[in-house]
Nanobody, 115 residues
Framework: QVQLVESGGGLVQAGGSLRLSCAASGRILGINAMGWYRQAPGKQRELVVAITSDGSTNYADSVKGRFTMSRDNAESTVYLQMNSLKPEDTAVYYC?????????WGQGTQVTVSS
């Protein structure tokens, strides 16, 4: 089992920045990819960015150039730096981890961007 705990959400004005954190614990050695997803009201959950064990990243077109995912292997933590936030970025953001057997999800953290 892998446990994921997110933090760092909140309310910010358009154009502002936030940094989300996701701390992983448990059987983390088996993780081969981690990512951030988001779900806005009335919409399906969508990929924001994913990073694989070799360090390659895949960003959604809507966040390219504004969001940056990074990781601290020593702390088993991944981060999502979000700059130039827009009202359409408002959503619950979820941390995700994958191993060969399961997808794991954090509890989610709310990000609200006011216009």
């Amino acid at each position: 089992q892998v446990q994921l705990v997110e933090s760092g959400g909140g309310l910010v004005q358009a154009g502002g920045s936030l940094r989300l954190s996701c701390a992983a614990s448990g059987r983390i050695l088996g993780i081969n990819a981690m990512g951030w997803y988001r779900q806005a009201p009335g919409k399906q959950r969508e990929l924001v960015v994913a990073i694989t064990s070799d360090g390659s990243t895949n960003y959604a077109d809507s966040v390219k150039g504004r969001f940056t995912m990074s990781r601290d292997n020593a702390e088993s933590t991944v981060y999502l730096q979000m700059n130039s936030l827009k009202p359409e970025d408002t959503a619950v953001y979820y941390c995700n981890a994958e191993d060969v057997d399961f997808d794991y999800w954090g509890q989610g953290t709310q990000v609200t961007v006011s216009s």
